[in-house]
């Protein structure tokens, strides 16, 4: 498996997606929270400027839906804006939990708290 090679973007709608709530074996929840001062200048920075399309969602196909694993708090925003749909880069279905766990690991760094 070549991940950057088999790694595509894609238009999906927000109704597919779920927060990574750990239904993966072997990978973590989402494990950041995020105050809610700082989710608020999230939700204003996405209404001003959705970067989304630059900075899609990592997600991964699960029984029918799409498991976030990096843009879980920019899903809660979209949501909260009404979003129909979200780019999402779709993590190929033979990545190992190991795989799927650096990038939960290495992809929440931002607005949120540990």
Known sequence: MDIVKDTKIVMLPIEQLVN???QIAGVPKNPRVISDE???A???R???SNLTGVIPLKVYEQDG?????????RLKALRQ????????I?????ADA??????VVLENVNDGEW
């Not at 009404?82 to 780019?87: F, G, I, Q, R, S």
């Open 20 to 22: 990574n709530d750990g």
């Open 38 to 40: 700082r989710f608020r």
């Open 42 to 44: 999230l939700v204003r």
């Open 46 to 48: 996405l209404k001003k």
């Open 65 to 73: 839906v799409f498991v976030v694993l990096s843009g879980n708090q």
């Open 81 to 88: 804006l009404k979003a129909a749909e979200v780019p999402c």
């Open 90 to 94: 779709i993590v190929p279905k033979d």
């Open 98 to 103: 190991e795989t799927l766990r650096e990038i």
